[in-house]
Nanobody, 124 residues
């Protein structure tokens, strides 16, 4: 069992930056990939990015590549999403996720634990 607790988020102006955190507890003895997803009203949940257990491998969705960065601190069992150059279209509820079946990446299909969600609103 993995319990994910998110923090951060809020309201920011376009062009600004925000950092989201996701702290894991429970099953932290074995490595697993973690990632971030987002869901805007009326839209499907979208892949934002993922990071491997080692932190070496990262991947990003096309709409955020070059603006968002994922990192992790396994000593703190925490994954971060640093968002910069934010746009109004980045407005969504952001979710962190863990895929205990993989050390490399996360997808909607493989994620088996989810955070509670955090609202990010970007004003124009």
């Amino acid at each position: 069992q993995v319990h994910l607790v998110q923090s951060g988020g809020g309201l920011v102006q376009a062009g600004g930056s925000l950092r989201l955190s996701c702290a894991a507890s429970g099953r932290t003895d074995s490595g697993y990939a973690m990632g971030w997803f987002r869901q805007a009203p009326g839209k499907e949940r979208e892949f934002v990015g993922a990071i491997s257990w080692s932190g070496i491998t990262t991947s990003y969705g096309a709409s955020v590549k070059g603006r968002f960065t994922i990192s992790r601190d396994n000593t703190q069992s925490t994954v971060y999403l640093i968002m910069s150059k934010l746009k109004p279209e980045d407005t969504a509820v952001y979710y962190c996720a863990a895929a205990t079946s993989s050390r490399i990446t996360v997808s909607k299909a493989t994620a088996d634990y989810w955070g509670q969600g955090t609202q990010v609103t970007v004003s124009s």
